[in-house]
């Protein structure tokens, strides 16, 4: 068998398992953040409401590792190969990012509330990670409009390209 081929079966498997890892640990944040909110009813009306804060932030969390576990199938599992032009390019890493910045400012707002309660002293760290999550959209942004000159200018190449291995296959 050839080694490159040997590789890229490799590299598939490792992307499948950490995919796995990922998928069943986003799960088991979210039964954690029920339980939480379960006992945190249970004992008291003020525990619950500082038990479904948290819960929110595991959830959140959840939802963002269980995108990348996601992100990881569709693009090394399942699809594994380069881009086919800068247009896919851009989509993928634009869902990507954009999960990793909601789930920044939904966990910054979740500290903000918890923070509000407790200790107002503390806001600097929920202000920092809600400063990020403007950062990363302000970052994307930039990206979006670099990578649409860039698709303009390659962008009857990659139709051409694109056009060939259709009629190949």
Do not use: H
């Amino acid at each position: 068998m050839d080694p490159t081929r040997i590789i890229e079966l490799l590299s598939r498997l490792a992307f499948a398992c950490a995919s796995l890892v990922l998928m069943a640990m986003s799960f088991g944040l979210v039964i954690y953040g029920g339980v939480e909110v379960v006992t945190g009813l249970a004992s008291s009306w003020a525990d619950g409401g500082a038990a479904l804060l948290s819960a929110i932030g595991y959830v959140v969390i959840a939802i963002a590792v269980f995108n990348v576990a996601k992100y990881f199938v569709e693009e090394e599992v399942i699809r594994y190969r380069e881009m086919r032009n800068a247009a896919e390019t851009r989509r993928s890493l634009t869902k990507f990012i954009l999960t990793i910045s909601i789930a920044v400012f939904i966990e910054g707002l979740v500290l903000v509330f918890r923070v509000s309660k407790e200790n107002v002293m503390d806001i600097l760290y929920p202000t920092a990670l809600l400063i990020t999550g403007i950062v990363i959209v302000v970052g994307l942004g930039v990206y979006q409009r670099l990578s649409a000159d860039v698709e303009q200018k390659v962008g009857a190449k990659d139709t051409a390209t694109a056009k060939a291995t259709a009629k190949a296959r």
